[in-house]
């Protein structure tokens, strides 16, 4: 049943909804949604429902009708607007998760307006005050599923009306001029995005939202206040871009790369920079007094070091750090460890406040081949000397070696006593290996081993090399894969002691009468290792090929058949294995090259 209901100078769809519902004494707003080209269920109107109306995108045609409005007319009511830049496929321009209006405008019976959906909209110019979306008196929001009124539904009490600042004015106003103007309005958005994202405490956080959409009006104003000075024109905004690299280095000096990883944020994020030299004049953007927290790696690369030497002090709550759970773009959470920048750059800055200039005259290394946290520790207890070269940063910072801790307990070392670094270089194997013989009593540990560095006790060792050998240390000698080594070993009978230990070892004595040569020209043998057998016989159809198999055996094997007669030892397993053909010309050339000459077929 249609109504009559045109819209009204610079009036919002969402708004005409509001007005339909009122003059002509429907119910609700639900009641007639459909007739507004709105797909609803019997749930109410949501704020989805009411954002997607006021973009239009709903069955304009119905709309009309039910109104008796020009579809044109109605099209262009309709406010739309692309995703902000930078930010997310889920971000918004449009704001509707409650009214947004001016409690002046709305006493005088003016219409919901069309520039009271953009988030950034938080005045009314012709009369000097603030938009509200919640009551003052109890803070209940004014909910879009109602009709817009300016008394609120919980305590009743009317809007009150406070006056605006200069700066969300004059920002309403450039809004409101733009309005019909898409590539003009989107750019000035796009303005105070980037400002947002720059100056925002979380810039960093790799899933972090602006989300101006779910913005109370308050919280909009407070950004547009800071944000306005710097965005308002173009000069204005490219000039302050320029600045912001030298403004955050004054803020974090001992940070230097921080501006580049804001910058690569902001471009990853769809910002888009001018190449503009900076000024000496007072033009960048306001940086909040709040806690500004950053990734792990890319506070570590502003302060140029490394993750894992960041990491140390942070787990010695030399830092601050705290974890943060995002949601990224697969809609699933995510947990990273952020670090508090000022504390970095606060422990940093102390750490130059105590070093003295290099002066050339002893040799110094650096405090990042050190444990940091050792350093750390001494250098602010005035127990350790240390020293810069060049620049104030951490990776100019230096220390001698014999008054670090590491070198102290170096000094004191038992002579009967081996790291495990060293004992892995007597058994050619690795640090874990060692440290699974210890857990597994081939190796003791010495009664000086510590937290920080364990240590070996050298009789220890001597009997384990007396007694067993570790397969790595025959590879090596036999110039053979490990592995490999291994299931020739199991196919001669030759097992581990024990076969629990983390690589396989073995006792001397079996090894005694072992026959290298037999092992190094072992050509079939059962493995374990997950890749296809070795070939043999059983595992070939063709007549020709299992003749070739004992040729080749005969020689001692594929690599010392090749050595002899030449050839690929790759082409020559294919065809033992038949993923190769095997012709008659390959067939002729094969038994010319065995010596004797032996006919295959």
Same mark, same amino acid.
């Given at each position: 049943?249609?109504?009559?209901?045109?819209? &009204?100078?610079?009036?919002? &769809?969402?708004?005409? *909804?509001?007005?339909?519902?009122?003059?002509?004494? $429907?119910?609700?707003?639900?009641?007639?949604?459909?007739?507004?080209?709105?797909?609803?269920?019997?749930?109410?109107?949501?704020?989805n429902?009411?954002?997607?109306?006021?973009?239009?995108?709903?069955?304009?045609?119905?709309?009309?009708?039910?109104?008796?409005?020009?579809?044109?007319?109605? /099209?262009?009511?309709?406010?739309?607007?692309?995703?902000?830049?930078?930010?997310?496929?889920?971000?918004?321009?449009?704001?509707?998760?409650?009214?947004?209006?001016?409690?002046?405008c709305?006493?005088?019976?003016?219409?919901?307006?069309?520039?009271?959906?953009?988030?950034?909209?938080?005045?009314?110019?012709?009369?000097?005050?603030?938009?509200?979306?919640?009551?003052?008196?109890?803070?209940?929001?004014?909910?879009?599923?109602?009709?817009?009124?300016?008394?609120? *539904?919980?305590?009743?009490?009317?809007?009150?009306?406070?006056?605006?600042?200069?700066?969300e &004015?004059?920002?309403?106003?450039?809004?409101?001029?733009?309005?019909?103007?898409v590539?003009?309005i989107?750019?000035?958005?796009?303005?105070?995005?980037?400002?947002?994202?720059?100056?925002?405490?979380?810039?960093?956080?790799?899933?972090?939202?602006?989300?101006?959409?779910?913005?109370?009006?308050?919280?909009?104003r407070?950004?547009?206040?800071?944000?306005?000075?710097?965005?308002?024109?173009?000069?204005?905004?490219?000039?302050?871009?320029?600045?912001?690299?030298?403004?955050?280095?004054?803020?974090?000096?001992?940070?230097?790369?921080?501006?580049?990883?804001i910058?690569?944020?902001?471009?990853?994020a769809?910002?888009?920079?001018?190449?503009?030299?900076?000024?000496?004049?007072?033009?960048?953007?306001?940086?909040?007094?709040?806690?500004?927290?950053?990734?792990?790696?890319?506070?570590a690369?502003?302060a140029?070091?490394?993750?894992?030497?960041?990491?140390?002090?942070?787990?010695?709550?030399?830092i601050?750090?705290?974890?943060?759970?995002?949601?990224?773009?697969? /809609?699933? +959470?995510?947990?990273?460890?952020?670090?508090?920048?000022?504390?970095?750059?606060? &422990?940093?800055?102390?750490?130059?406040?105590?070093? +003295?200039?290099?002066?050339?005259?002893?040799?110094?290394t650096?405090?990042?081949?050190?444990?940091?946290?050792?350093?750390?520790?001494?250098?602010?207890?005035? /127990?350790?000397?240390?020293?810069?070269?060049?620049?104030?940063? %951490?990776?100019?910072? $230096?220390?001698l070696?014999?008054?670090?801790?590491?070198?102290?307990?170096?000094?004191?070392?038992?002579?009967?006593?081996?790291?495990?670094?060293?004992?892995?270089?007597?058994?050619?194997? $690795?640090?874990?290996?060692?440290?699974?013989? %210890?857990?597994?009593?081939?190796?003791?540990?010495?009664?000086?081993?510590?937290?920080?560095?364990?240590?070996?006790?050298?009789?220890?060792?001597?009997?384990?090399?007396?007694?067993?050998?570790?397969?790595?240390?025959?590879?090596?000698? *036999?110039?053979?894969?490990?592995?490999?080594?291994?299931?020739?070993?199991?196919?001669?009978?030759?097992?581990?002691?024990?076969?629990?230990?983390?690589?396989?070892?073995?006792?001397?004595?079996?090894?005694?009468?072992l026959?290298?040569?037999?092992?190094?020209?072992?050509?079939? $043998?059962?493995?374990?290792?997950?890749?296809?057998?070795?070939?043999? +016989?059983?595992?070939?159809?063709?007549?020709?090929?299992?003749?070739?198999?004992?040729?080749?055996?005969?020689?001692?094997? %594929?690599?010392?058949?090749?050595?002899?007669?030449?050839?690929?030892?790759?082409?020559?397993?294919?065809?033992?294995?038949?993923?190769?053909?095997?012709?008659?010309?390959?067939?002729?050339?094969?038994?010319?090259?065995?010596?004797?000459?032996?006919?295959?077929?």
């Amino acid at each position: 049943m249609p109504v009559q209901c045109l819209l &009204l100078e610079g009036e919002s &769809l969402p708004g005409l *909804l509001s007005r339909a519902t009122h003059v002509n004494s $429907y119910a609700s707003m639900f009641s007639i949604a459909n007739y507004f080209g709105m797909e609803t269920s019997g749930n109410g109107l949501t704020k989805n429902h009411m954002r997607m109306l006021a973009k239009g995108n709903v069955n304009i045609e119905a709309l009309a009708s039910f109104t008796g409005e020009e579809p044109l007319r109605v /099209k262009q009511a309709a406010l739309t607007l692309r995703s902000p830049m930078p930010g997310t496929v889920s971000d918004d321009y449009i704001s509707f998760n409650s009214w947004r209006f001016c409690p002046s405008c709305v006493r005088e019976g003016r219409p919901h307006q069309r520039a009271w959906l953009i988030s950034f909209v938080t005045a009314c110019p012709e009369h000097q005050c603030q938009l509200v979306d919640s009551c003052h008196a109890c803070g209940t929001t004014y909910s879009t599923a109602h009709m817009l009124s300016r008394f609120c *539904l919980v305590c009743h009490k009317p809007a009150n009306k406070i006056i605006a600042s200069e700066q969300e &004015l004059e920002c309403t106003e450039a809004l409101m001029d733009k309005i019909d103007n898409v590539n003009a309005i989107e750019k000035l958005l796009d303005r105070l995005m980037l400002g947002w994202l720059l100056t925002s405490p979380d810039c960093l956080r790799p899933h972090h939202r602006l989300s101006p959409q779910l913005k109370s009006v308050s919280e909009m104003r407070d950004l547009i206040d800071r944000l306005w000075p710097y965005c308002s024109d173009e000069p204005t905004f490219t000039q302050s871009l320029a600045n912001f690299q030298n403004q955050v280095v004054a803020k974090w000096q001992y940070l230097p790369n921080l501006p580049s990883a804001i910058k690569e944020r902001a471009l990853s994020a769809g910002g888009k920079f001018n190449n503009t030299v900076p000024d000496n004049e007072n033009r960048t953007f306001e940086l909040p007094v709040s806690v500004w927290w950053a990734p792990i790696n890319e506070t570590a690369r502003s302060a140029g070091i490394s993750a894992f030497v960041l990491k140390k002090l942070i787990e010695e709550k030399y830092i601050a750090s705290k974890v943060f759970n995002d949601t990224g773009d697969d /809609k699933k +959470q995510h947990k990273f460890l952020m670090v508090n920048l000022d504390s970095v750059n606060e &422990l940093i800055g102390k750490l130059i406040q105590k070093a +003295q200039p290099y002066n050339g005259k002893i040799s110094l290394t650096s405090i990042k081949h050190y444990p940091i946290e050792e350093i750390v520790h001494g250098v602010l207890s005035e /127990k350790l000397p240390i020293y810069f070269k060049g620049k104030n940063l %951490i990776n100019q910072l $230096y220390v001698l070696n014999i008054d670090t801790e590491k070198a102290k307990r170096k000094e004191l070392r038992p002579d009967d006593a081996l790291t495990v670094k060293e004992a892995g270089e007597v058994l050619h194997t $690795y640090h874990s290996v060692v440290v699974d013989l %210890i857990n597994h009593g081939f190796l003791l540990e010495h009664d000086s081993s510590g937290s920080r560095r364990l240590l070996i006790k050298r009789d220890s060792l001597d009997r384990f090399k007396d007694k067993f050998i570790v397969i790595g240390s025959i590879a090596e000698e *036999l110039g053979e894969n490990a592995t490999n080594l291994a299931e020739k070993l199991a196919a001669v009978g030759i097992t581990p002691q024990p076969d629990n230990t983390l690589v396989k070892i073995y006792l001397k004595k079996k090894l005694k009468d072992l026959d290298i040569q037999r092992i190094k020209s072992m050509a079939s $043998y059962d493995t374990k290792t997950g890749r296809k057998p070795s070939y043999n +016989q059983e595992n070939v159809s063709s007549l020709r090929v299992k003749n070739l198999i004992l040729l080749i055996d005969k020689h001692g094997g %594929i690599t010392d058949f090749t050595r002899k007669f030449g050839g690929s030892e790759g082409t020559l397993s294919m065809m033992l294995r038949e993923r190769k053909s095997f012709g008659n010309l390959a067939v002729r050339r094969m038994e010319k090259k065995s010596w004797p000459p032996r006919r295959l077929v």
